[in-house]
């Protein structure tokens, strides 16, 4: 059996390949409702053979969600139409994972093919927050709404909305919850010093910046069972210059295994327009970080990032970069991709494929 291909037993999950679907926001729910295209989606993944679906980033309340399309977990009608959607994955041998996500200054845009600008708050657009009042982009030509400095009472209201998501999570069939912390939505925004300037508790040093992420961990690790696996989103590294290092992000990662987090997702990038990881070969070095956190903070790792060929997969795991591989685009073009990784690696695809497909291919 290829290391691409072994088990992975973490808790009382167990993920049948060490293949994972990355979040992808779909920009398709309606009041952050899942339908059908959803179904679709991420359905295909779990047909394909990957071992973990995680869904796109779901919005904690209505002014979490990045546009106005965007996923959201912050009512039972939400959760009720998640249901259908895990059992199917299930079903066909995957794990389900959500993502709950507040989207602080980056919310309230429009949809990427209606351009990402901001929306007016006039009901299509809603007010938006942060550590700070500093726009994402305050140079940039698209108009970028100055974010509401927040309050300690704004940071515990959205400490609450992150638990009832998590309850509501299990109460939707998943069996991973991650806590999105990346690409500048609001956890990054705190822990990040390009936008965090507090003078606070929640400000300063970098034990302090880490305090909301830390927090939330906490109170979500009270309802989020024992048994099941627990996941935090970083961007682990910022990719400029006065932004968080991998080293940074590796005693957030040791902070968040004292509290119970059993997978660190390596991501990068997202604080600000110039900290992109799509620059160059930031994306691909994300796999290095990620083998960086997973030797410093001696925890499971999930890599991403130009991750395209199951050789190269393979090697990740095999040589102990990360415990798991997370495909995003590629699972866009392909959602068979793990069928074919199989394949090309000489393993028995027919073990986890549906025997509607195995039987004829």
């Not at 048994?227 to 210059?241: K, M, Q, T, Y």
């Not at 970069?321 to 074919?340: E, S």
């Amino acid at each position: 059996m290829t290391a691409l291909f072994t088990p992975l037993e973490v808790k009382d999950v167990t993920f049948r390949n060490r293949v994972g679907v990355a979040p992808m926001c779909q920009y398709s729910s309606v009041d952050g409702v899942a339908n059908d295209w959803h179904m679709v989606h991420l359905g295909s993944k779990a047909v394909g053979g990957a071992g973990l679906i995680i869904a796109e980033a779901t919005g904690v309340s209505p002014e979490g969600r990045i546009t106005p399309a965007c996923a959201g977990i912050w009512n039972d009608d939400q959760v009720e139409a998640l249901i259908p959607i895990n059992k199917f994955i299930h079903k066909h041998g995957s794990v389900a994972g959500i993502q709950i996500a507040h989207s602080g200054r980056k919310g309230s845009s429009a949809t990427p093919w209606d351009g990402g600008a901001h929306l007016e708050d006039n009901g299509q657009g809603w007010p938006v927050q942060g550590p700070a009042g500093i726009p994402f982009d305050p140079d940039g030509q698209r108009l970028w709404k100055t974010p509401k400095a927040m309050t300690l009472d704004d940071i515990k209201t959205v400490q609450e909305q992150f638990v009832e998501a998590a309850k509501r999570s299990l109460a939707a069939g998943y069996k991973l919850l991650e806590i999105h912390g990346a690409h500048g939505y609001l956890l990054h925004s705190f822990f990040t010093p390009l936008d965090n300037d507090r003078n606070d508790n929640y400000g300063g040093s970098l034990r302090n910046r880490a305090r909301m992420m830390l927090e939330i961990v906490e109170a979500v690790s009270k309802v989020w069972p024992e048994n099941l696996p627990l996941a935090v989103r970083l961007s682990a590294h910022d990719w400029i210059d006065g932004g968080l290092t991998e080293e940074d992000n590796a005693q957030m990662a040791i902070w968040l295994k004292e509290r119970g987090v059993d997978f660190v997702d390596c991501s990068g990038g997202g604080a600000t327009p110039a900290a992109r990881s799509s620059v160059g070969t930031r994306t691909a070095d994300q796999v290095g970080v990620a083998a960086h956190i997973r030797k410093a903070a001696d925890i499971k790792t999930m890599a991403v990032g130009y991750i395209t060929e199951p050789e190269q997969a393979n090697r990740i795991i095999e040589t102990g970069m990360a415990d798991m591989v997370l495909l995003a685009r590629q699972m866009l073009r392909d959602p068979f991709w793990t069928m074919h990784a199989a394949q090309k690696l000489g393993v028995d695809h027919k073990a986890f494929i549906p025997k509607a497909i195995g039987t004829f291919v």
